[in-house]
């Protein structure tokens, strides 16, 4: 059988199988060593110099391998690389691509963390950024200036769930010369195929979806054998790298990440559709809700909707916390992409830094609740979430 037609979720499945298939271990060892020693001062010489993974594990290590290759087969890519957090992958894949003098283009709805790396710190080391929106028509190409080297993207976007159309920018990006970016995590792997898009570098919290329990954090990048190298040259400075038991965690967890998403995406459907009629919700944000003002595109560039939604319920900031008070299956605590479902007000935790102003323009109500819908039954979502529907 050629390995070429698997699935992306079958090969997430079947990575680790390397030479001749007898008595190799179904799961993977576990290099849970700093170090590797060499048989001579030569040989050693020559591994760090070939950038070997059996060197110093800041610079690689077996079981990190096995995780990039997990990575990469899983967004169709030549190469990948992984990190102790999703923030470590964004902040050195961006640092490799820009230098003094530089200018990047950033959408405006990125996660938070990459959102603060653009606006305070890339500034402090002579790198200009331009802001556009996600549904900014031509926004990118009015922000680009003789300058500009990379354009930074996320979709769908927290928590707001827009999406930005990735063919669109990458036709003007690639005709520029502009690397570009993506932060896929809401979308994980299965549901939107960036780089398959023309999209340079792939990132992910693996944090969320790519673990899939809560359990670890880290962080990937998927591109070109060019692109990924020259990332782990800065990782190697930067040193923000993964922990090899995290990152068996992380293989774990990919080889179910086929069979999470298709219960995410069909559990998160039904929840949208449930809320959307209640009468005690005024709005709910979804990429494939008919009602979602982007929902040609998201049928054109996703394949299921994901597992996180938002919506807004009657009452304002004070529906909203009455309502997070009185669940009792779903727990309040951030992060998303766990088989358990989780809920957070975004004006209270996520995007509490924004001013009210920057909140309303960017379409995030004081009463906005953040549904990471996990994998249970959807009957038993459903009754909980009746219940606390019934407080506001
Ligand atoms: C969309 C998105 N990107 C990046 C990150 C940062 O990832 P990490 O917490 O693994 O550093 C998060 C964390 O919540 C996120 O939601």
């Known amino acids: 059988m050629k390995r070429d037609n698997l699935s992306p979720s079958t090969r997430a499945i079947h990575t680790n199988e390397e030479g001749p298939r007898r008595n190799q271990p179904v799961a993977p060892p576990i290099y849970l060593s700093a170090t590797f020693e060499s048989k001579d001062i030569d040989e050693q010489v020559a591994l760090e110099e070939a950038k070997a993974d059996t060197f110093y594990t ?21 190469a990948a690389a992984v990190f102790g957090s999703g923030m470590a992958a964004i902040t050195t894949s961006l640092l490799a691509h820009l230098k003094q003098g530089d200018h990047a283009v950033v959408q405006r709805e990125v996660y938070g963390g990459a959102h603060r790396f653009a606006l305070e710190l890339l500034p402090r080391y002579g790198i200009e950024v331009s802001w556009f929106g996600a549904t900014e028509p031509d926004g990118f190409e009015k922000a680009i200036r003789d300058n500009t080297r990379v354009v930074y993207l996320e979709s769908p976007t927290n928590p707001t769930l827009k999406l930005v159309d990735i063919e669109r920018i990458v036709s003007v990006s690639r005709e520029r010369g502009i690397v570009s970016f993506i932060d896929s995590t809401f979308a994980t792997p299965l549901n939107t195929r960036p780089h398959e898009l023309g999209v340079d570098g792939v990132l992910h919290s693996a944090t969320k979806y790519l673990g899939g329990h809560s359990d670890l954090l880290a962080g ?21 790298n993964l922990d090899p038991h995290a990152a068996y965690l992380l293989i774990r967890g990919m080889k179910t990440l086929g069979l999470r998403v298709r219960q995410h995406n069909d559990t998160a459907l039904a929840i949208a559709h449930f809320l959307k009629e209640h009468d005690k919700v005024e709005a709910v944000h979804y990429p494939l809700l008919p009602s979602h003002p982007q929902y040609e595109l998201a049928k054109r560039q996703m394949r299921g909707g994901g597992g996180v939604l938002s919506f807004e319920a009657q009452g304002g900031l004070e529906g909203a916390k009455r309502f997070s008070n009185a669940v009792s299956l ?63």
């Open 58 to 78: 800041r610079y690689g290590n077996p079981t990190l391998s096995l995780a990039e290759r997990v990575v990469a087969e899983l967004e169709s890519a030549e």
């Open 220 to 240: 990937v990048v998927a591109g070109s054998r060019e692109l990924v190298d020259r990332v782990k040259s800065f990782q190697r400075v930067l040193g923000g």
């Open 330 to 392: 779903i727990r309040v605590a951030p992060s998303l992409g766990g088989v358990e479902s989780l809920l957070s007000i975004p004006c209270l935790t996520s995007h509490a830094m924004l001013s009210s102003e920057e909140r309303e323009k960017a379409g995030i109500a004081d009463g906005l609740v953040r549904l990471a819908v996990g994998t249970e039954e959807v009957s038993d979502l459903r009754a909980d979430l009746e219940e606390a529907l019934s407080a506001v």
